[in-house]
């Protein structure tokens, strides 16, 4: 998400024309900068967006966790090493490890 890029609009604006800014947000999929004394102040996404990024960062969060855990690490490059030999199991039995 590049702010540059984003639409930005003052707050008395946003009071004027609501109704047509959710319509825009919602087409459009983007995200509009609210700002307060010509200063960013808040930020108003589409439920689809808000959701994508709430997604992505569960998904993110999840990755860390793994990538963290120095164990399922080993686990996972030993495994990648048989693999390469011929002689891997299916990703199911090393996940159930952990």
């Known amino acids: ?41 808040a930020m108003l996404l589409s439920l689809e967006k808000y959701l994508e990024m709430k ?8 990755a860390l966790n793994e990538l963290t855990n120095k164990q399922y690490i080993k686990t996972l490059k030993s495994e990648v090493e048989l693999v390469r030999k011929g002689k891997g199991q299916k990703a199911e039995k090393v996940i159930e490890k952990f």
Do not use: C
């Open 1 to 41: 998400m590049d702010l540059i890029q984003s639409t930005f609009i003052g707050a008395f604006e946003l009071r004027k024309n609501l109704t047509s800014l959710l319509q825009k947000l919602q087409k459009r999929k983007e995200e509009i900068v609210v700002t307060q004394n010509g200063k960013p102040a």
């Open 55 to 62: 997604e992505m960062n569960e998904e993110l969060k999840e």
